[in-house]
């Protein structure tokens, strides 16, 4: 089982956090201090695997992380997952991300952290690896972007919201238009309509 | 202006969404928290918004804040409407919120349970893709119970997408709600041969991860395993189950023989590092799981530690670390052939990750020999002296000490080179392992007795440096050492030069600053040494130094009682007063030496940390078994009956070893010793010359000789232990000399036959004698220990509730056990309410069969036909294999069953489990099937198959058998299952006293019969209190077992009306013999606040506790509850008056007696008699005594046809006796106690209660 995977830069800042096991908000923030103190002192030229987080799980729990340019990925597994397996997962979902935002940079994964998690899970679920192979991950994530394109995407909300706020707020407008402060206000309100 | 200000405010609110959320935090870096509470606010704003489209943005904006570390748990509803938007953008939005902030304890979560559902059956595939994978995350053991079939119907989803999300996710289900293990495992087992390989790995890794647990269910799985790991290609799919496989092997260890051959291929022909890693460790662990069988797996052990020997050269690290870690499994059970690798274990000491490093470290503890040790630790103390991080220092130093001490010190042969690493190690600074240090320095020096001098000496050093050590008392763990160096010093003081200057040294006032503990520890050997110093003045006649000593303590001490530990003040302020006296007797010219001596006289010996444990339990005794009778459940089970028939006799405490005299002493240990002599546990410490220390080190007769003084004792300053390696060198090689002087000498006389063998002489490991003879004391075990070591398991474990025997489930099964009713998963009905449950074992099952089906419900009606035509089916099948009685009872009892269980079941797994029922012939037995395959030698092409052939041959017999093991296998389940209702039963008490199950107990408590009688009708011993239109309550008076002067009044408050009630206050006006206890601080007017409030039509319990003072009269107290009535309109303040009746009765309390002591107590001549007659009753005797003992907390001690005697006792340890008589319609009781107030008040509610009964 994973129990935990953290994706932080060099500096320690969380760009995405899964907790396949319950902790509270400051426990979570602890263990990536913690993780980050024990990852980050580390040479690019050690091994991977690191025991002693002693916040997650004990003796039967692994740190194995890879570190690329400013990030690192780190995933907490028990002694049921196999150390290189991991080590490969860690690469594929990295590649993964690689195909999806097309040269992936930690500013995809700053700004775009939604569907960066959106990307895990097709790759892991509830701790369990779901799918290893990159090309099926790939075409889910696709199908699921398309569907959301279909339905306007939240992209578009912004826009739509603010009409439909406008549409409600309308009864409360024409009590105003009598004070005479109408001629600034639609004005700046019509772009959005 | 105001709607300006609106109107800038939405601009913003909607210009925002994650990435400028993102944006604006990385452009306010100095301000970030200022900045982000007030998109917190917007986000707040945004969530009062109707529109789906603003609280999606908001959500996904908090789910980022989550991750900073922000608590959204407030937002948490906001989230569920965000999850059921019928779109699939935000529904998604919300789902990946609600997993990363969603948990247990999340009290919403249950408002989920039908949108999940609806999701779940969604057309859109990813619609339910995303609830699954949330689901995932916070599945909860309600949501796993209400939705465990929803997902099992979606195992067999046409979708692989979806079928391999199910199947991962019913691990979770698994663990969160177990009963759903055994009807969801067939389908489970099936998902193994899933043409979708996403699917089939999903599947090999739920089932991997939960064989791992419990791997004793999944042995039969194993040739199916083994058909996938010889047919798949999918690396993934292959590591789990090799891994698996691994796990099984310790079981099974003919499995393990069957896989050494294309395990070793794969290791042979792979390309994969990570496959040939795993195949390495599997076969690891079936050699080891061979390891007593067969020796004859060299060529494979060879392979491994090749391959592992690659590996660890390997330039790449990781494989490195992995090399050294499967190395060190190799190292238990073979541990010759890694230790040829000594050199490359070495090398990666030095290997500059400290991972690498950790696991070398590992590999070292079984690698080190007599010949070695020094060497090893060495170098190992030179690395702590490098290391910089304490994570990495502390583990050296552990190492250092686990690898010296490991098997009761077998390779120590100088322990003064030991004792001095020690002290070395004492140097560390801001180590946290200054107790394991003081723990070893304590046990070496308690345990080897010929070190004692040695170890006094350098103890005597550290406490006189002890201010180097203590420098930061409080942050450094180093300062546990001096406890153990003060406890050594003061224990084996007759050992110190100078016990006069260790005795200063520990009475420095810096000494004030350390822990408390170690103070404590110092006052007291203080003490000791003191004795040694009068003892050393007083022989040597220096009388007036003796008395300066004195004074010097008197002086000193007092720091110590002022300590604001209590243990040093008490320790100190004793210390004080006695060594006063001293100084009052040593004026008087006394010589006390002798007297304080003894103080501290006889030996302590090491005693084993489990000994207490061990200790055998006599024959005869069986520590389960009552001593007394079990009270009734209204007393607590910690109570221990006090005497009843006489006082307490103060107990003597026993003689202390000090008051006796020195020929006392002397004979005492002469006994001991000689019991000592007699017990074969016990190693002596007298000298027998017969064997010889090397052979059996710390284990036997081993002589004690005198330290051999080659090597100096006074080491100036801190001891350097590197000396000794030299002087071990030195020492060797002059043995060898030696031996070699003799061999020449052997062989001068042999003139000098074989001289080539002289000059290739290696020094074995025999060889190495021992600097000092030592006798280690093994620690003390009682005699005939137990040799189990049960190794105590983590009752906590949430696996454990998974391990559920699934073998028999699986169709073909010899001893099919088919999933009772009770364990289908529950479906989309309304949930069975508890009480229903808790009916049915007295539900009349013929009955219920004989009632027309048309009077059941429609929807139910199906279900119920197939059940039926089961049934049907069934007995046709007991007719044609001759049934007997047993098996009719059989089936009444199975019908029975399904009778209870109301829950209707739609999954189609009945009418499967239906069909596979009617063909149990021509399947072989499970275990047999897995045997014959373990049997055939070669890898059978199709493992599957092969037992269908070897079938036939006992087809005829087998149809029969396996029917009669299902009908077992059934039966078991069912007194299961019934025990289980019972269980069921008495947490129902517990949780509520339920009239009639309160009766059930009270007839229980007293009578040691169990005749089979009419049942008795129910009886509670609540009545009222007061009742108006808003609430009732009712109530029932205990005593206090703990407390013979309180009793606590139990009142049920029972919502009577439609509105919410609050606020309840209950109080009393006391009287002076009874008072209600409130808590401190409150006045004698004050109520005391219900606990709890109750919505309309709950009742709930609360408990008030009362003193009394006289419990000879019965008492009734005034009070009044005042609480508020909460309604739509608005809420109103209610009180409703009561009295509560204090009956002599609820001061007696159920106490069981035996008979003999019952007679003794009846001819004491204290008691005063009484009597009273009851006419006119027509109640069944047993009825009878079972309301007197409910009723009056009375219990039986005999009964002898209509006659018996009952004894309780009131809180304050009056007896009562009772005598019951029934005679024709009417019964008389003849009454002893020693209170006859008490008495008549006791009968006149007895008879009270009869009368009004009748």
Known sequence: MIKAILVFNNHGKPRLIRFYQYFPEDMQQQIIRETFHLVSKRDDNVCNFLEGGSLIGGSDYKLIYRHYATLYFVFCVDSSESELGILDLIQVFVETLDKCFENVCELDLIFHMDKVHYILQEVVMGGMVLETNMNEIVGQVENQSRLEKSEGGLSGAPARAVSAVKNMNLPEIPRNINIGDINIKVPNLSPFV | MALKMVKGSIDRMFDKNLQDLVRGIRNHKEDEAKYISTCIDEIKQELKQDNIAVKANAVCKLTYLQMLGYDVSWAAFNIIEVMSSSKFTYKRIGYLAASQCFHEGTDVIMLTTNQIRKDLSSPNQYDTGVALTGLSCFVTPDLARDLAND??????????????????????????????????????????????????????????????????????????????????????VLIKIIKLFGALTPLEPRLGKKLIEPLTNLIHSTSAMSLLYECVNTVIAVLISLSSGMPNHSASIQLCVQKLRILIEDSDQNLKYLGLLAMSKILKTHPKSVQSHKDLILQCLDDKDESIRLRALDLLYGMVSKKNLMEIVKKLMIHVDKAEGTTYRDELLTKIIDICSQSNYQYITNFEWYISILVELTRLEGTRHGHLIASQMLDVAIRVKAIRGFAVAQMAMLLDNAHLLAGNTQRNGICEVLYAAAWICGEFSEHLEDPLQTLEAMLRPKVTTLPGHIQAVYVQNAVKLFAAVLTRRETAGEKQAAQETTEMLIEKLPQFVQSADLEVQERASCILQLVKYIQKLQAKEVSVAEEVTALFAGELNPVAPKAQKKVPVPEGLDLDAWINEPPSESESEDEKPKAIFQEDEPKHSRPRLTELDEQELARRREARKQEQANNPFYIKSSPSPQKSYQDTPGVDHIPVVQIDLTVPLKVPGMPISDQYLKLEEERRLKQKQEKKDKKKKKKKEKHGKSRRHDSAHTESEEDIAPAQRVDIVTEEMPENALPSDEDDKDSNDPYKAL???????????????????????????????????????????????????????????????????????????????????????????HQGEQAEDKISTEDTSEAKEAKTNDVPAAVPTEASDLDFWLATAPVPSKPQQQPLEAVPLSEPESPKESEKDQEESSSKHKKKKHKKEKEEKKSKKKRHRSENVESEAAVHNGTAEEEEEEPLPPMSNYCLLAENSYIKMVYDIQGNLQDGSQVVVSVIFENNCTDFLKSMEFNVLDSLNTRLVRPSGASVHDGIAVPFQLPPGVSNEARFVFTVQSIVMPQKLKGTLTFIVKTEDGSTHEKLDFKLHFTCTSYLITTPCYSDAFAKLLESEELKVNALKLDSINMPFHHLLAKICFHHHFSVVERIDSCASMYSRSIQGHHVCLLVKSGDNSVSIDAKCNEPSLLSHVLEEIKQTFTTAS
Not at chain 2, 186 to 210: F, H, M, T, W, Y
Not at chain 2, 842 to 866: C, F, G
């Open chain 2, 803 to 893: 391990d559920i025997d699934l073998d028999n489930l699986v169709s073909g099964g010899g001893a099919y056990r088919p999933l009772a009713d009770s364990e289908k998963l529950p479906v989309r009905t309304h949930r069975p309410s508890r009480t229903e449950g808790l009916k049915s074992p007295d539900v009349d099952t013929t009955a219920e069969e004989q009632r027309p089906k048309k009077s059941k419900e429609k929807d139910k009606k199906k279900d119920k036909e197939r059940k039926k035509s089961k049934e049907e089916k069934k007995k046709k099948k007991r007719k044609k294999s001759a049934p007997t009685e047993e098996l009719e009872e059989e089936e009444q009892q």
């Open chain 2, 151 to 236: 997902i099992m119907t979606l195992m067999s989803h046409t979708k692989p997408y979806i079928r391999k999300k199910a199947v991962l996710i019913m691990y979770k289900v698994f663990l969160k709600y177990p009963e759903s293990l055994r009807p969801a495992f067939p389908r489970l087992k099936e998902k193994l041969e899933d043409p979708d390989p996403g699917v089939q790995s999903a599947a090999v890794n739920v089932i991997c991860e939960l064989a791992r647990r419990n791997p004793k269910n999944y042995l039969s799985l194993a040739p199916l395993f083994f058909k996938l790991m010889t047919s798949s290609t999918n690396n993934w």
